[in-house]
T-cell receptor
Framework: NAGVTQTPKFQVLKTGQSMTLQCAQDMNHNSMYWYRQDPGMGLRLIYYSASEGTTDKGEVPNGYNVSRLNKREFSLRLESAAPSQTSVYFC????????????FGPGTRLTVL | QKEVEQNSGPLSVPEGAIASLNCTYSDRGSQSFFWYRQYSGKSPELIMSIYSNGDQEDGRFTAQLNKASQYVSLLIRDSQPSDSATYLCAVGGGSNYKLTFGKGTLLTVNP
């Protein structure tokens, strides 16, 4: 049981390049989330998927797209990376029944030059 | 815009002391409250959750919730150097299980 996994762990992009961050969970969780964490800013929600087949914007969605590929996988795409997207990206998931909490992946550290 | 505010820190306490971390939230409809611990370079991990007014204890950790005052706190008794980390307060509510996080408080426990 690996929990929440993310790939890659580190990435350096040039301005304008595109890339997809991958997230997968093996806990049969229904909901998945993408956050970014910047120094002094805490965790901010980019997009989330409450259930397979649905996605919704969070607090800071501009410049990102997401795909809930199936129940296990939720990817985050940067179509044209900008230096302002330099951040640490975390994926999280939750079963979504009763009292429950989100479990986080190890993160992807992205630098955009 | 839902807001979660934490005491700015950093907070420094000697080993064996009680560390007190505080959090206030703006949305009166919030139903679930969490404290996550985050070591430098690592992902957040849940240490306490609380859903009703009062205290919730787990080992050296006690979470306190006062919905009337919109206030959540975390007490760490007998603080250890291994408790040195950033502590994130998170508040949730609603069927989508979204969380709003505070900016975190950096705690340093000095041997």
């Amino acid at each position: 049981n690996a929990g929440v996994t993310q790939t890659p762990k580190f990435q350096v992009l040039k301005t304008g390049q595109s890339m997809t961050l991958q997230c997968a969970q093996d806990m049969n969780h229904n909901s998945m989330y993408w956050y970014r964490q910047d120094p002094g800013m805490g965790l901010r929600l980019i997009y989330y998927s409450a259930s397979e087949g649905t996605t919704d914007k969070g607090e800071v969605p501009n410049g990102y797209n997401v795909s809930r590929l199936n129940k296990r996988e939720f990817s985050l795409r940067l179509e044209s990376a900008a230096p302002s997207q330099t951040s640490v990206y975390f994926c999280a998931s939750i079963r979504g029944q009763g009292h429950d909490t989100q479990y986080f992946g190890p993160g992807t550290r992205l630098t955009v030059l | 815009q839902k807001e979660v505010e934490q005491n700015s820190g950093p907070l420094s306490v000697p080993e064996g002391a009680i560390a007190s971390l505080n959090c206030t939230y703006s949305d009166r409809g919030s139903q679930s409250f969490f404290w996550y611990r985050q070591y430098s370079g690592k992902s957040p991990e849940l240490i306490m959750s609380i859903y009703s007014n009062g205290d919730q204890e787990d080992g050296r950790f006690t979470a306190q919730l006062n919905k009337a005052s919109q206030y959540v706190s975390l007490l760490i008794r007998d603080s250890q150097p291994s408790d040195s980390a950033t502590y994130l307060c998170a508040v949730g509510g609603g069927s989508n299980y979204k969380l709003t996080f505070g900016k975190g408080t950096l705690l340093t426990v000095n041997p």
